[in-house]
């Protein structure tokens, strides 16, 4: 099933044009990992853990909005993605409970820091930072795309704000908040960052 009739399996027949603009949005040029690959990924993770969530088509709704607007010269990219949803499902027959819910969840997206008692948001956060506990081959893969995504910053202030970024997340207790997402990810996660940091400080 390709990316628009994904959505159209979501969402109805009647928003393929929504379903069509946003997988437009996640082919842009400029992504080279935030892209569908990203997208498709975020969505089977939450198929996966979709048992622990409270609104599981939410959080799908979520996954799909979550990067629609994606600049990496930009620090609001998630707040923009939160305003493109509020639009974009405005032509919808979605109630508007649903709608604030998939807003919020997008805008959760910028720390990754559910509250304990947010299945919704555990769920979509989880599935989004997946990629650091996938095998060192993907997780290298997806490293590389990242630089290249911020190709336009010189190496030396690229390495200065990665290793930040990744040392923050070693100091987190846990990367991930459902308990299937932590038994699979979690050792390999920090494995992984543990890695890269080596080879960025090198």
Same mark, same amino acid.
């Given at each position: 099933?390709?990316?628009?009739?994904?959505?159209? #399996?979501?969402?109805?027949?009647?928003?393929?044009?929504?379903? +069509?603009?946003?997988?437009?949005? =996640?082919?842009?040029? !400029?992504?080279?990992?935030?892209?569908?690959? !990203?997208?498709?990924?975020?969505?089977?993770?939450?198929?996966?853990?979709?048992?622990?969530?409270?609104?599981?088509?939410?959080?799908?709704?979520? +996954?799909? *909005?979550?990067?629609?607007?994606?600049?990496?010269? %930009?620090?609001?990219?998630?707040?923009?993605?939160?305003?493109?949803?509020?639009?974009?499902?405005?032509?919808?027959?979605?109630?508007?409970?649903?709608?604030? @819910?998939?807003?919020?969840?997008?805008?959760?997206?910028?720390?990754? +820091?559910?509250?304990?008692?947010? %299945?919704?948001?555990?769920?979509?956060?989880?599935?989004?930072? #997946?990629?650091?506990?996938?095998?060192?081959? %993907?997780?290298?893969? =997806?490293?590389?795309?990242?630089? @290249?995504? =911020?190709? *336009?910053?010189?190496?030396? *202030?690229?390495?200065?704000?990665?290793?930040?970024?990744?040392?923050?997340?070693?100091?987190?207790?846990?990367?991930?908040?459902?308990?299937?997402?932590?038994?699979? *990810?979690?050792?390999?996660?920090?494995?992984?960052?543990?890695?890269? $940091? %080596? $080879? $960025?400080?090198?």
């Amino acid at each position: 099933m390709n990316l628009v009739e994904r959505w159209v #399996a979501l969402a109805g027949s009647h928003t393929r044009r929504i379903g +069509a603009e946003l997988d437009a949005r =996640y082919g842009e040029s !400029h992504r080279r990992y935030h892209d569908r690959a !990203h997208l498709a990924a975020v969505l089977d993770i939450v198929d996966e853990l979709a048992g622990h969530a409270a609104d599981a088509d939410a959080v799908r709704l979520a +996954a799909w *909005f979550h990067d629609a607007v994606y600049d990496p010269q %930009r620090a609001d990219n998630e707040e923009r993605s939160a305003r493109l949803a509020v639009r974009m499902l405005a032509d919808t027959d979605l109630a508007a409970a649903t709608v604030d @819910e998939v807003v919020r969840l997008v805008e959760l997206t910028v720390g990754h +820091a559910p509250g304990d008692d947010d %299945r919704n948001g555990q769920v979509l956060c989880d599935a989004d930072l #997946a990629i650091l506990g996938a095998d060192p081959e %993907r997780y290298a893969a =997806y490293a590389a795309a990242v630089r @290249e995504e =911020y190709a *336009f910053v010189p190496e030396e *202030f690229f390495r200065a704000g990665r290793a930040q970024v990744l040392t923050g997340l070693l100091e987190l207790p846990s990367l991930f908040h459902t308990p299937e997402a932590r038994a699979r *990810f979690e050792d390999r996660a920090r494995h992984n960052i543990t890695t890269e $940091l %080596r $080879l $960025l400080n090198a």
